[in-house]
T-cell receptor
Framework: NAGVTQTPKFQVLKTGQSMTLQCAQD?????MYWYRQDPGMGLRLIYY???????DKGEVPNGYNVSRLNKREFSLRLESAAPSQTSVYFC????????FGEGSWLTVV | LAKTTQPISMDSYEGQEVNITCSHN???????ITWYQQFPSQGPRFIIQ???TKVTNEVASLFIPADRKSSTLSLPRVSLSDTAVYYC??????????FGAGTRLAVHP
């Protein structure tokens, strides 16, 4: 996927642990997004950022925090992971169309 | 939040034309309609985007009536590799990028 890089690709956490998913884009886009996708379901918006320094809640923000410190990077943090947060997480940035990262598979045990 | 409505699933056979319709009653003036395709374990990828009337590219056509409250994605002569989930959503305007549940298309031999 052109221009959007997510790390890590796979992660296993214990309940209560914290972690940060990193996302970076090199297309100079203003808007960036974090989604989660549970098995067999559609994507649900967690948080989005319309520009550097601004963030807003999406459909399912509880249990997550985000940070948009610069135009290029938008990180998603789980402060105290729960098994319900086991999911695939996609970062995206918006130019003329939306570009998605390859996804981060997170398992919370 | 902007919402779209699509059929949950569709079945087709190789070589047939497939039309998937999406309803979006609360589309805003600045919104474009965009369709995405998603294969298992991958992020969604852009198919086609339009504002009104008809748009065609090398893989699909998009029909949007004058009132813009719905849109139809047309896939000509589908093949087995078109089996995927298809999403429509608004982009480019003031709505957050909210994905619906998508349409699961199964193409059979």
């Amino acid at each position: 996927n052109a221009g959007v890089t997510q790390t890590p690709k796979f992660q296993v956490l214990k309940t209560g642990q914290s972690m940060t998913l990193q996302c970076a884009q090199d297309m100079n886009h203003n808007s960036m997004y974090w989604y989660r996708q549970d098995p067999g379901m559609g994507l649900r918006l967690i948080y989005y950022s319309a520009s550097e320094g601004t963030t807003d809640k999406g459909e399912v923000p509880n249990g997550y925090n985000v940070s948009r410190l610069n135009k290029r990077e938008f990180s998603l943090r789980l402060e105290s992971a729960a098994p319900s947060q086991t999911s695939v997480y996609f970062c995206a940035s918006e130019g003329n169309t939306i570009y998605f990262g390859e996804g981060s598979w997170l398992t919370v045990v | 939040l902007a919402k779209t409505t699509q059929p949950i699933s569709m079945d087709s056979y190789e070589g047939q034309e497939v039309n998937i319709t999406c309803s979006h009653n609360n589309i805003a003036t600045n919104d474009y309609i965009t369709w995405y395709q998603q294969f298992p374990s991958q992020g969604p990828r852009f198919i086609i985007q339009g504002y009104k009337t008809k748009v065609t590219n090398e893989v699909a056509s998009l029909f949007i009536p004058a009132d813009r409250k719905s849109s139809t994605l047309s896939l000509p002569r589908v093949s087995l590799s078109d089996t995927a989930v298809y999403y429509c959503l608004f982009s480019g305007g003031y709505n957050k990028l909210i994905f619906g549940a998508g349409t699961r298309l199964a193409v059979h031999p």
